[in-house]
């Protein structure tokens, strides 16, 4: 079935009165949308900020009369905004697709070292005799294309995991514990403040014929506190910084610590946090986020 699609330009300010509007006129769904290409990495916590040029885009049933949704739209907007100009847009119409199908196609096995794949489960992976992860990401962030995923695999690539202990902190959907098991970890706990992730990270595990003792997965209030060989933690500069101590503790002297999320300018910060504790000593680049890793005294 085609649908209509009515796209708005809007200011921070006013985008939440267009979504009400639209909402009102019966939209399917509304979104928001980057205009300018002004992306916001990193946002202070308890704020949802939108970009200065921000796409206000409502989908409507195929039967809509778009002339009747726009007179309704000026209208409330002449409500609200006397004397000012109701904002620039484009009504079109779009063709239906299988947008979950067109997204999975697009999800190609990726490499990293030697040894190891990352591979949608629904496709063979390229080397059956190297250590394959294959992956559905579901719920939760993380395929191994963003960049911070993909500099923790290739730092996960080049180490030795023979027997080692590991906390996955901000796990998602398990990609990084479960390549750690695939390269020879003996066990991986999986931390993370959201529950899809926690779901995520069993059943990827699953799909890798790993058992849940292997990788046992909890809320960050419910996480055990014996340290391990390495702390991995691909979350965000400010959260990193604010469990600095938190992860030196879950760390045994002499072990290792890799963290992403990072966007370049805030490594600095990232690695004075650390240094209390670890010899923070390689700082890694791939486009604008870094990944820094360092060994505890």
Not at 120 to 136: F, I, R, V
Not at 228 to 257: H, S
Request: glycine letters at 8%.
């Amino acid at each position: 079935m085609p649908w209509v699609q009515i796209t708005l330009s809007s200011t921070p300010e006013n985008s939440e009165f267009l979504e009400d509007m639209l909402l009102l006129c019966g939209a399917g769904a509304v979104s928001m949308l980057d205009g300018a290409d002004q992306p916001v990495f990193e946002p202070i916590k308890g704020t949802t900020p939108l970009w200065q040029d921000t796409r206000v885009m409502g989908l409507f049933e195929a039967d809509t009369d778009g002339d009747v949704l726009l007179d309704y739209l000026g209208n409330g907007w002449q409500e609200a905004f006397p004397n000012t100009t109701f904002p620039s847009h484009k009504l079109e119409i779009l063709e239906d697709k299988d947008w979950e199908r067109e997204w999975m196609d697009r999800f190609e096995p990726i490499q990293f070292g030697q040894r190891l794949w990352v591979c949608p489960s629904w496709k063979p992976a390229p080397d059956p005799t190297a250590a394959n992860l294959m992956l559905d990401p579901g719920l939760a962030f993380g395929t191994g294309s963003h960049p911070t995923t993909a500099l923790c695999l290739q730092w996960i690539a080049q180490q030795d995991w023979q027997d080692k202990t590991v906390i996955d902190y901000g796990c998602g959907s398990g990609i990084l514990a479960i390549s750690a098991i695939l390269m020879g970890a003996e066990h991986v706990v999986g931390v993370d403040n959201d529950t899809q992730a926690l779901t995520a990270t069993i059943d990827n595990a699953q799909r890798n014929g790993i058992g849940a003792e292997k990788i046992p997965v909890f809320l960050p209030e419910k996480a055990p506190n014996k340290a391990v060989d390495v702390v991995l933690a691909n979350i965000l500069a400010g959260p990193l910084i604010e469990m600095a101590a938190r992860l030196a503790e879950l760390t045994k002297p002499a072990g290792l610590i890799a963290l992403s999320g990072i966007l370049e300018h805030q490594a600095n910060a990232v690695i004075e946090a650390y240094e209390p504790w670890f010899d923070m000593h390689t700082v890694v680049t791939k486009d604008e986020w870094v990944r820094i890793d360092g060994q505890k005294r």
